[in-house]
């Protein structure tokens, strides 16, 4: 069994920073590419910004910039740092890893819980 735990999440005022962590447990072959989506209120879940195995990130144009994707392959854990946070960064931020159970090229989505960030400004 495969788990994502995020954590980070929480209230900032507009200008403010935040972390987000997701950690990835369970047996699996390794991890591919990871990315952290977020759904704000009425609106779809959208992707925000990826990281592949090699290291090579993407973000959308709304963070590009002020969000900075990292991993830690050893930990088996994803972060994003939020800095400059807008009102409209608000919502909820859920982590993907695609995950390879084996040594094969099947690969599986798995979801983290998601985690609330509001910014008030």
């Known amino acids: 069994q495969v788990e994502l735990v995020e954590s980070g999440g929480g209230l900032m005022q507009a200008g403010g920073s935040l972390r987000l962590s997701c950690a990835a447990s369970?047996?699996?072959?390794?991890?591919?590419?990871m990315g952290w989506y977020r759904q704000a209120p009425g609106k779809q879940r959208e992707l925000v910004a990826s990281?592949?195995?090699?290291?090579?990130?993407s973000y959308a144009d709304s963070v590009k910039g002020r969000f900075t994707i990292s991993r830690d392959n050893a930990k088996n854990t994803m972060y994003v740092q939020m800095n400059s946070l807008k009102p409209e960064d608000t919502g909820v931020y859920y982590c993907?890893?695609?995950?390879?159970?084996?040594?094969?090229?099947?690969?599986?989505?798995?979801w983290g819980q998601g985690t609330q960030v509001t910014v008030s400004s």
């Open positions: 990281i592949t195995n090699g290291g090579s990130s």
């Open positions: 993907n890893m695609k995950i390879r159970l084996r040594d094969s090229l099947t690969q599986y989505n798995y």
């Open positions: 369970g047996r699996f072959f390794s991890i591919n590419a």
